[in-house]
């Protein structure tokens, strides 16, 4: 695992106003994710785990402190320089699998292509290659409706890494699955880790999720509350 950061935090604050109350959900954080590196971000509800990823993921601004990706300074960035930064960097799955339904799987997993200049032959071809990773080559004339939810999460990682992103993103992936998919999914995402050097920061409320990272984040109040500790499996 290269030992540079690629992810660099340092005393990050997020704040947000209701009305005249000011509510600080992130407090100083200080964390460095390395390339390659599989984090999985855990604490109880309201932590902040999830304004972190959004944060790394460049759907948030820091109120306070500096985020570095890839020695990028993200929230220097204006609207379009970010989206084009987003579109190249980051690979986005969510606990929903965000698929549009009239699209077939082949066509879900070339919509991110389509904020590129690249033709359609090349689109074609990069989304059945990531379909082929992610073990649906086969099922690339599916509609959402035709798959099953494990089906569809896998999709939804294709969809992410058919840009090559130096970096994943995951909130919450298996939230929706059963035990034997959600370890299949967890299983394919630590392949994309371990054998292709994907890096991957994940949310996740399930001890048994974070188990397949690398490393595991604690997160309670806006805080890290410890230091990062080592997956098992």
Excluded at 94 to 123: C, H, I
Excluded at 217 to 223: E, F, I, M, S, Y
Aim: proline share 5%; hydrophobic share 40%.
């Amino acid at each position: 695992m290269d030992a540079r950061p690629l992810v660099q935090i340092r005393d990050l604050t997020k704040t947000y106003e209701r009305g005249k109350e000011r509510i600080e959900v992130l407090h100083h954080i200080n964390l460095d994710i390395p390339h390659g590196d599989f984090v999985a971000l855990m604490g109880p509800s309201g932590s902040g785990k999830t304004t972190l990823l959004n944060l790394i993921g460049g759907l948030d601004s820091p109120t306070e402190g500096d985020l570095r990706v890839d020695g990028v300074a993200i929230d220097d960035l204006d609207g379009d320089a970010l989206a084009a930064w987003r579109a190249e960097t980051v690979g986005f799955i969510f606990q929903s699998y965000n698929l549009m339904p009239v699209l077939t799987a082949q066509k879900n997993v070339e919509l991110p292509l389509l904020l590129t200049d690249m033709g359609a032959a090349e689109r074609a071809r990069r989304a059945s290659v990531a379909l082929e990773l992610v073990g649906l080559g086969d099922r690339a004339r599916h509609k959402p409706n035709e798959l099953s939810g494990g089906q569809q999460q896998r999709v939804a990682i294709a969809r992410a890494l058919v840009s090559d992103p130096l970096l994943l993103i995951c909130d919450e992936p298996t939230g929706d699955l059963d035990r034997k998919t959600a370890d299949e999914v967890l299983t394919l995402l630590q392949q994309l880790n371990r054998e292709f050097g994907k890096t991957i920061v994940m949310v996740t409320h399930d001890p048994k999720a974070a188990d397949y990272a690398k490393h595991t984040v604690h997160l309670d109040k806006g805080t890290l509350v410890d230091e990062p500790t080592a997956g098992t499996h």
